[in-house]
């Protein structure tokens, strides 16, 4: 079963403390879609321009991502550049340029309209309505969103809240958007605001799921070499989701491994540029650094 996948699909230029990386594979989608990519086919949909290396839609190809849906357009892909301050915590964006992405309005293939597993990844809230309009009968829809949209676009973000089955936000996205600085509390507000299930990220020191079924509170996984942070919330997304669409059983029976899936997943971006460390991953090293985490955390 596909997952399908929205998001941005970008060239990223990106400075850490230990060096800059020009033009990189980056958005939402493509770090989400990779990330699901391990655990079965993946449907994206997105937009890129002429300017879009080959060897980028070649990566996508060997992550047996499904192409169909990705349209090539007359123009310059969507550019991103960010620097992160020297204790890779704080993050500046230097530069947006949204180029054919100003004017995408996708028209989903047939195959994608049947899909079962939805990861509406961050991106314009509308046009997370617009791709979700056409999905006939979607049984998990998860949906990731930043600040950028709680300030511009909040009131097509609660419209979507209404017709997701969870979301995804990080701690003082959550605050802002209950509008209370508890983050518990937080939690239970977004809830009455529609999704079943918030997962709340909270960076290097992890993630809590709040859902029908209480609390669930994820540790994240100690990285000694953080590279570079960027991406790490939407492969979260994307592990999580391509986990729970491949697991046989209830969503409710399989949130909580998902989300350290998640977790994992996102361990591994942030040990690489962009999605260098990603692309070189084995299945195996997922399931091993989930039996650690387990190990870790286990009382
Ligand atoms: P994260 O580090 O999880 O916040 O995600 C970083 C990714 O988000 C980069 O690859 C960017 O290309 C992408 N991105 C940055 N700004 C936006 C935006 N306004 N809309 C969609 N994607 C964005």
Known sequence: MSVLIVGSTALDSITTPSGQYPRLLGGSASYAAVAASFFGPVQLVGVVGTDFPRRYLALYRRCGIDLTGLEIRPGKTFHWAGQYEVNMDNRHTLRTELGVFEKFQP????????ARFVLLANIAPGLQAH?????????FVLADTMDLWLNTALAELRALLRRVDALVINEAEARQLAGHNNLYEAACRIHRLGPRYVIVKKGQHGAVLSGPNGLFLAP???VRKLIDPTGAGDTFAGGLIGYLAHRPGSVASNLRRAVIAGTVLASFCCEGAGLSRLTRLRRADIAQRM???ERLTRF
């Not at 989903?108 to 309209?113: D, G, I, S």
């Not at 791709?131 to 049984?139: E, K, M, T």
């Open 107 to 114: 028209e989903l293939p047939a195959a994608y309209r049947e």
């Open 291 to 293: 039996h650690e985490l």
């Open 220 to 222: 994240a996984y100690p």
């Open 131 to 139: 791709v979700l309009d056409q999905v006939r009968q979607p049984r």
